[in-house]
């Protein structure tokens, strides 16, 4: 069984056939699909899906870095206020772009450290999208560690080296269709680190794996990713999946 700790299934890219995706997710051996927010536009759908299947769906709520603008203080109200109405695994996706835009960095740091307290006080991982931003953001992070800090980076696309730091960090790795593009080094790097270390993730619709690259991503391929690791670590993918999903329970409390 799998663990997709990393989807927007609920986005209308899957408005069309969203059952049919959740269907084939759940062929595949998912049997949890944690769901990051994005901003206030998202909050309605990502809950409603939530709410729809609570044995398979487990929110999060965050604002992402992208969608830091002028207004952000303003979105962070509006994340404050639904955080406090029920109970989430965590909050994200957070963290620093500057792929995008570097006009308010300033603003994405701020952002990503109050929401950085939410996490802390209540006491639940985040979720950090890094961009072009690996050093801001571990900046923050040994900022505001404190002892009860912890969560996943997502999408990883960084060094040997900085997989050691966020793991030295406490954080987990998580991996997805990136590490099976052929020229992307992360082949190489997902070797070097531990399972221990590691959750599995889509971030469905983006960034499908070999062979769907270029298409529409679902978590029903999540098993390509296990596949290509369990490759690069000589196991099983039955042993990518047991172990991953192990961390992810660790990690979320489910």
């Not at 995008?100 to 109050?114: G, P, S």
């Not at 040997?160 to 790097?189: C, H, P, R, Y």
Request: glycine share 6%; charged share 25%.
């Amino acid at each position: 069984m799998f663990v997709d700790t990393h989807s927007h299934v609920y986005s209308e890219e899957f408005s069309s056939d969203r059952d049919e995706v959740i269907a084939r997710a759940l062929k595949s051996g998912v049997n949890k699909i944690i769901l990051p927010n994005i901003d206030s536009s998202t909050i309605k759908p990502l809950l409603d899906l939530a709410d729809s299947a609570p044995d398979l769906f487990i929110p999060m709520m965050g604002l992402h870095p992208t969608s830091v603008k002028d207004d952000f203080r303003k979105e962070l109200e509006i994340m404050e206020y639904w955080f406090n109405k029920r109970k989430y695994a965590g909050i994200g996706e957070i963290g620093i772009d500057l792929y995008w835009d570097k006009t308010h960095i300033n603003e994405q740091i701020e952002a990503f450290t109050i929401q950085i307290g939410w996490a802390k006080k209540a006491g639940i991982p985040i979720v950090i999208h890094v961009r072009d931003s690996f050093t801001e953001v571990l900046e923050v992070i040994e900022h505001e560690k404190g002892d009860s800090l912890t969560g996943v980076f997502h999408s990883f696309t960084g060094t040997a080296e900085q997989a050691e730091q966020v793991i030295e960090l406490g954080f987990k790795i998580g991996v997805g269709g990136i590490v099976t593009f052929k020229n992307s080094g992360m082949d190489s790097v997902v070797q070097q680190i531990s399972l221990q270390h590691i959750l599995l993730e889509t971030d469905s619709p983006w960034l499908a794996p070999v062979p769907h690259r270029g298409r529409r991503n679902e978590c029903a391929y999540i098993t390509a990713i296990a596949t290509r690791i369990a490759a690069l670590h000589q196991t099983t993918i039955e042993e990518v999946a047991r172990i991953t999903t192990q961390n992810a329970k660790l990690l979320f409390g489910f």
